[in-house]
């Protein structure tokens, strides 16, 4: 194994290529104990056997790589071995397994010397006697670190991207009440003024004040269109004429339509402009047209 493989962080420890367990002859290992021992001290993960009373039968070496500090002892708790402590963990997958005679798996704070050192999965597995006892039981424990700090990680950004998301609808709904109240205040207030000031000031001067106007408010009616500006083709043709006071018949002739169908377009501008009953039709149109 080279180099570059042997020193990834996804290697607890370098295995023994060389391991004397070996001997010349293959095949006599093929069909032994010591292939299996062999194979399980070659995994990355942490194997132990316990008995019911939580004293170490077997411990792999990742096991030993975590957590032995002392010699080894077979006949230690896998409490005071482990994690150096007199009394059982809090959360222990292994006496739940003994209680209920199930598997078991919780996820845990990796502590050594008490001390936090990353996350790990554990899993008991208890065997049961003919007589349905627990005999001996099986922990299989795998650091998942690297994972739970993705998972953090992954769950920062989460949290980061809906406080984003969040003051980009507050700008957004701040924007559009914005723009809102300037167009309804050049429609309120500047539309009635250049109305007005068309009878006492020359024409062209208008024209030329309503079109910088136009010039300035032409973003935001683009993005927000006034209510006028939601009007037919033909309704604008229609509106046209009521601003300039004519009567159904003459709207009809002109238009070549009949006067049944100015009423009806007469009654679709009133419902687009949110008119009242009370309010004048012409007079509106004359101020906001």
Same mark, same amino acid.
């Given at each position: 194994?080279? +180099?570059?493989?042997t020193n990834s $962080?996804? @290697?607890v420890f370098t295995p023994n290529l060389y391991s004397n367990h070996i001997p010349d002859d293959f095949s006599s290992v093929s069909s032994s104990s010591e292939l299996f021992r062999l194979i399980i001290d070659i995994i990355q993960d942490g194997i132990s056997v316990l008995d019911p009373t939580l004293n170490i039968k077997y411990a792999n070496t990742v096991m030993k790589h975590w957590y032995y500090s /002392? $010699? +080894?002892s077979n006949m230690e708790k896998c409490y005071q071995r482990f994690h150096n402590i007199n009394t059982p963990c809090e959360v222990c997958p292994c006496i739940m397994a003994l209680e209920t005679k199930q598997p078991q798996m919780e996820v845990v704070r990796y502590q050594l010397d008490n001390k936090d050192?990353? @996350?790990q999965q554990l899993f008991a597995v208890p065997l049961l006697s003919r007589d349905n006892e627990v005999v001996l039981i099986i922990e299989y424990v795998r650091d998942i670190t690297l994972r739970k700090i993705a998972e953090d990680n992954f769950r920062d950004l +989460?949290?980061? /991207?809906n406080v984003l998301i969040d003051a980009l609808k507050n700008r957004e709904h701040s924007r559009d009440e914005f723009e809102k109240i300037i167009i309804n205040n050049i429609e309120r207030y500047v539309k009635p003024s250049l109305n007005y000031l068309k009878k006492v000031v020359k024409e062209e001067d208008i024209h030329m004040v309503s079109g910088i106007i136009d010039e300035i408010i032409l973003p935001l009616t683009k993005i927000r269109p006034s209510q006028v500006s939601m009007l037919t083709p033909r309704e604008l043709q229609v509106a046209s004429l009521i601003k300039q006071n004519c009567p159904s018949k003459d709207i009809a002739d002109r238009l070549y339509i009949t006067k049944k169908a100015v009423d009806y377009h007469r009654a679709n501008i009133r419902k687009k402009l949110n008119l009242k009953r009370e309010e004048n039709l012409q007079v509106y149109l004359e101020t906001h047209l």
């Open positions: 194994m080279n +180099e570059k493989t $962080s996804e @290697w /002392k $010699s +080894e050192i990353g @996350w +989460e949290q980061q /991207k």
